[in-house]
């Protein structure tokens, strides 16, 4: 019998049905496992739990939430050989998405009959993220979604994206964008947008770089220059659908280190957790090979945009 623990806000499934700490024990327990919840308090406190529960050898930590439970408790388990579980109850469920677990069905099945692999996570000025960064507009349309209603599940992002695009018209950033030791951008100019995936999916199911691989070494970054209003809601369905995005403005590039400079701060958000980065040189590298993650049995990462 597998020895497991539940790790999730004690709060988290009292609205639109999602599933609650208790639900899931019993489910897990139902299933066969030996299955423990433990509550979290505040704010990084899901990340002591799950380094706890390494030390306690502990077979299996599941994650109960969204991308925000997802991050702290991947962030205790990289660099060990405890793999992570998953169970989404949030409002975007984006690594949920791209490890083939959007449903609590599909992440049973997974839990019960799938296999352990061996996953990239990243950096950003050396703290964690497993999903994806994003940037300017990115970080704003965050701030924004985190304050409207939860019941709104990923149709905040919606809101928040239209809101932000019709206002914010970028600022200066100078890249310098790496893939081992070549340098494969140095410039400068006024951007609008930037995402960098690790998974193909970001903001509730938006792709940006949908050929984003979870294992493959690298990470993808979009980069969007200033564009009207109506030319980005023209592009927000085509992400959304996980159409190639196909305009001047707007380029995709593969990397292992990035490093980006801003004169003023500027908003960001790590696996969807928003706030403000400093005016100065950021750095952002992939950290290969990191994390294990229990998979679905019937999934491929060189199928993963298939997931639905």
Aim: with cysteine.
């Amino acid at each position: 019998m597998l020895h497991v623990v539940v790790i999730a806000n004690p709060f988290a499934g009292t609205t639109r049905g999602r599933l609650s700490g208790r639900e899931a024990v019993r489910l897990l327990t139902h299933a066969g496992f030996q299955a423990e919840f433990r509550p979290t308090d505040y704010s990084g406190h899901a990340t002591q739990l799950a380094r706890q529960a390494v030390a306690e050898g502990k077979d299996l930590v599941i994650s109960l939430g969204g991308d925000g439970t997802v991050h702290e408790v991947a962030k205790g388990l990289a660099g060990t050989d405890t793999p992570l579980g998953v169970l989404p109850s949030g409002s975007g469920n984006d690594f949920a998405r791209a490890v083939g677990c959007l449903t609590v069905d599909e992440a049973l099945d997974t839990l019960c009959n799938g296999f352990d692999q061996v996953l990239d996570t990243a950096s950003l000025d050396g703290g964690f993220f497993i999903n994806s960064l994003g940037i300017l507009a990115s970080g704003l349309i965050s701030n924004r979604a985190a304050k409207l209603w939860r019941w709104l599940g990923h149709r905040r992002y919606t809101l928040a994206s239209v809101a932000t695009l019709l206002n914010y018209f970028g600022q200066e950033v100078h890249w310098k964008i790496e893939h081992g030791d070549d340098v494969i951008l140095d410039a400068s100019g006024r951007y609008l947008m930037a995402e960098i995936c690790n998974s193909p999916f970001t903001g509730g199911g938006f792709r940006f770089a949908p050929e984003s691989k979870l294992d493959d070494g690298q990470l993808d970054a979009c980069l969007i220059k200033p564009m009207s209003p109506w030319t980005s809601m023209q592009q927000l369905p085509r992400a959304a659908s996980g159409k190639r995005l196909d305009h001047p403005a707007i380029s995709v590039s593969s990397f292992t280190r990035l490093e980006f400079t801003v004169s003023q701060p500027v908003g960001y958000h790590r696996d969807g957790e928003a706030g403000y980065l400093e005016a100065g040189t950021h750095v952002v590298q992939i950290e290969k090979k990191n994390i294990r993650v229990r998979v679905p049995s019937r999934w491929s990462l060189r199928s993963n945009l298939e997931t639905t």
